[in-house]
T-cell receptor, first 115, second 113 residues
Framework: QQQVKQSPQSLIVQKGGISIINCAYENTAFDYFPWYQQFPGKGPALLIA?????SEKKEGRFTISFNKSAKQFSLHIMDSQPGDSATYFCAATLNYGGATNKLIFGTGTLLAVQP | NAGVTQTPKFRVLKTGQSMTLLCAQD?????MYWYRQDPGMGLRLIHY???????AKGEVPDGYNVSRLKKQNFLLGLESAAPSQTSVYFCASTWGGWGTEAFFGQGTRLTVV
């Protein structure tokens, strides 16, 4: 019930292409779905997040698509650039306050954008 | 504004040795967390704190202890290091629990031989 399954484990995309990373969750009570981006040797940083009252959120080249009925959400990176090469983590949690609602992370996707 | 700072950045320990990892944040955040990151396993929560003087167990707490004597600092201790604790450790903080943006430190790479 607490798992977040992420795929693929690794992804190679050509510059200018679209990168797609998928996540699936089990707990229907989850209501906050962030994506974190991690560059080598650095800590993760929040990239974009969505709440289940919308089906899509876009920030620049990054878009989250959310399918509540399928319990799935995905990250799309349009016009992928070599600078986007990083590890991406999806996550999910209950957002009714307090740290006891732990953030559950996916296992990560290593994205390599080839020039 | 430094954000979240972890010390040390790298450390090699012998089995059975002890050490303390320090996390300091200057954002006045109430909540602080320690995670470990292992290949193919994502980020797993070790311990967390919802405020000064409080601590709680996360997903993988065995072999670790923590203390939060001051609001800005969160210490992670290994009493008797084991090779299974070889990992990259990340500290994070949030102002309002996990439904808010988490700020991570740069990590500590620990090797136990």
């Amino acid at each position: 019930q607490q798992q977040v399954k992420q795929s693929p484990q690794s992804l190679i995309v050509q510059k200018g292409g679209i990168s797609i990373i998928n996540c699936a969750y089990e707990n229907t009570a989850f209501d906050y779905f962030p994506w974190y981006q991690q560059f080598p040797g650095k800590g993760p940083a929040l990239l974009i997040a969505i709440r289940p009252d919308v089906s899509e959120k876009k920030e620049g080249r990054f878009t989250i698509s959310f399918n509540k009925s399928a319990k799935q959400f995905s990250l799309h990176i349009m016009d992928s650039q070599p600078g986007d090469s990083a590890t991406y983590f999806c996550a999910a949690t209950l957002n009714y306050g307090g740290a006891t609602n732990k953030l559950i992370f996916g296992t990560g996707t290593l994205l390599a954008v080839q020039p | 504004n430094a954000g979240v700072t972890q010390t040390p950045k790298f450390r090699v320990l012998k089995t059975g040795q002890s050490m303390t990892l320090l996390c300091a944040q200057d954002m006045n955040h109430e909540y602080m967390y320690w995670y470990r990151q292992d290949p193919g396993m994502g980020l797993r929560l070790i311990h967390y704190s919802v405020g000064e003087g409080t601590t709680a167990k996360g997903e993988v707490p065995d072999g670790y202890n923590v203390s939060r004597l001051k609001k800005q600092n969160f210490l992670l201790g290994l009493e008797s290091a084991a090779p299974s604790q070889t990992s990259v450790y990340f500290c994070a903080s949030t102002w309002g629990g996990w439904g808010t943006e988490a700020f991570f430190g740069q990590g500590t790479r620990l090797t136990v031989v």
